[in-house]
């Protein structure tokens, strides 16, 4: 795995820096659908478990609710739209 300082700087300067997700409009493409795909499986999950009685099902709901809204804030920082939700997989 490279790390940081392994990565060639030929300007000597090494500042952080966010990701072109604009260079290959495939990348984005599969990069969004993917999020739109993890997003609606794990509303599933919170849907199933507020069905199940299960012990700690408020825990687990809460921490997949905070994956949602981080995974949904990722895309609306880089121009992704939030379709999650609104799309479902079909098998």
């Known amino acids: 795995m490279l790390k940081v300082t392994d990565l060639h700087d030929p300007t000597g300067t090494r ?4 990701p072109n997700l604009n260079r290959h ?4 493409e599969h990069l969004q659908e993917r999020l739109n795909r993890e997003v609606a499986d794990l509303e599933e999950r919170i849907e199933a478990l507020r069905r ?3 012990p700690h099902t408020a825990i687990i709901i809460a921490t997949y609710e905070r994956m949602i809204d981080r995974k949904k804030g990722f895309m609306s920082t880089w121009g992704m739209g939030t379709q999650a939700g609104s799309q479902r997989r079909s098998n």
Not at 15 to 18: A, N, V
């Open 25 to 28: 409009e495939s990348v984005r």
């Open 52 to 54: 199940s009685r299960a």
């Open 15 to 18: 500042q952080p820096h966010q």
